[in-house]
């Protein structure tokens, strides 16, 4: 089976070298970068390239499997502009860590049968082909998301492409995902960000002589796309808001405690610390 990767960045080149070694599947990329292209090719990890996403419509890719590794925004064009493909027996699927915004787009075209969300749980603060490996996603979560329109040959299709490279999968309904990871991934991007400007604005060069190797660990965050995280926090946008309001609640409560009772504040940290030991 082809195998079509748009966007050959850190997802889309750990696929195709965690892929390439298997002879159920014939690897191609497409990528306005053409140095990535060149780089999979010289390592083998794809075995050739389209000169257009228009190319999709000839007969010899009937039956592929389309991913799309680009940020949200560029997904969402891209996704509009395979719009000649919906319904047929190409299946498409995506990587993005945002899915109510795509959501939507797919509502404008009564949800196309051949769609399926995809958020592989795995990646890194570095970008790019370049810093992509394979096995990246062995062992790490997979959520998918799919309408009840969805032809089954195309959610077994996307099932097993996760299964061969590793992944435990999940189904979840598109806006609870987003719900869900405005929590658990996206605030701690946040976090990061605005820790980082309140360190800025304090103007000491040599900070990082006075910190240990858990600022850096937690700041490390920050070093990730700063394209890709715009596109993110703008897209669940709503959802995000509703999760900062949350930590700011949770700075008050400690920032009170802190200004109190010392046996309160430790009884207070303890109480986090179990949870964190039990769920984390």
Same mark, same amino acid.
């Given at each position: 089976?082809?195998?079509?990767?748009?966007?050959?960045?850190?997802?889309?080149?750990?696929?195709?070298?965690?892929?390439?070694?298997?002879?159920?599947?014939?690897?191609?990329? /497409?990528?306005? !970068?053409?140095?990535?292209?060149?780089?999979?090719? !010289?390592?083998?990890?794809?075995?050739?390239?389209?000169?257009?996403?228009? !190319?999709?419509? $000839?007969?010899?890719?009937? $039956?592929?499997l389309?991913?799309?590794?680009?940020?949200?925004?560029?997904?969402? @064009?891209?996704?509009?502009?395979?719009?000649?493909?919906?319904?047929?027996?190409i299946?498409?699927?995506?990587?993005?860590?945002?899915?109510?915004?795509?959501?939507?787009?797919?509502?404008?075209?009564?949800?196309?049968?051949?769609?399926?969300?995809?958020?592989?749980?795995?990646?890194?603060?570095?970008?790019?082909e370049?810093?992509?490996v394979?096995?990246? /996603?062995? *062992?790490?979560?997979?959520?998918l998301?799919?309408?009840?329109?969805?032809?089954?040959?195309?959610?077994?299709?996307?099932?097993?492409? &996760?299964?061969?490279?590793?992944?435990?999968?999940?189904?979840?309904?598109?806006?609870?995902?987003?719900?869900?990871?405005?929590?658990?991934?996206?605030?701690?991007?946040?976090?990061?960000?605005?820790?980082?400007?309140?360190l800025?604005?304090?103007e000491?060069?040599?900070?990082?002589?006075?910190? *240990?190797?858990?600022? *850096?660990?937690?700041l @490390?965050?920050?070093?990730?796309?700063?394209?890709? &995280?715009?596109?993110?926090?703008?897209?669940?946008?709503?959802?995000?808001?509703?999760?900062?309001?949350?930590?700011?609640?949770?700075?008050?409560?400690?920032?009170?405690?802190?200004?109190?009772?010392?046996?309160?504040l430790?009884?207070?940290?303890v109480?986090?610390?179990?949870?964190?030991?039990?769920?984390?």
């Amino acid at each position: 089976m082809k195998i079509i990767i748009i966007g050959l960045g850190l997802i889309g080149g750990s696929i195709a070298k965690t892929l390439s070694n298997s002879e159920d599947f014939e690897i191609l990329a /497409f990528d306005s !970068d053409q140095s990535s292209i060149k780089n999979a090719l !010289d390592k083998k990890s794809i075995q050739g390239s389209l000169h257009s996403l228009d !190319d999709l419509v $000839n007969p010899e890719y009937e $039956n592929s499997l389309v991913i799309i590794t680009t940020p949200p925004s560029a997904t969402n @064009r891209i996704l509009r502009s395979l719009e000649f493909l919906f319904n047929s027996s190409i299946t498409i699927t995506d990587t993005t860590s945002t899915k109510s915004f795509l959501k939507k787009t797919l509502q404008e075209f009564s949800f196309p049968k051949n769609f399926i969300f995809s958020h592989p749980v795995a990646g890194s603060h570095l970008s790019g082909e370049k810093n992509s490996v394979a096995d990246l /996603f062995n *062992g790490k979560s997979t959520i998918l998301s799919y309408h009840d329109l969805v032809e089954s040959k195309h959610v077994d299709r996307v099932t097993n492409l &996760w299964n061969i490279l590793g992944s435990k999968i999940t189904v979840l309904d598109a806006d609870l995902h987003d719900q869900i990871f405005a929590y658990s991934s996206h605030l701690p991007h946040v976090a990061a960000y605005a820790l980082l400007n309140t360190l800025k604005g304090l103007e000491q060069d040599d900070l990082s002589d006075f910190s *240990g190797g858990g600022l *850096g660990e937690f700041l @490390r965050l920050a070093s990730s796309s700063p394209e890709m &995280w715009a596109d993110i926090f703008s897209m669940n946008e709503t959802n995000i808001s509703i999760a900062i309001d949350d930590l700011i609640k949770s700075l008050e409560i400690l920032k009170d405690k802190i200004g109190k009772d010392p046996n309160s504040l430790k009884t207070f940290l303890v109480e986090l610390k179990n949870f964190k030991e039990s769920n984390f």
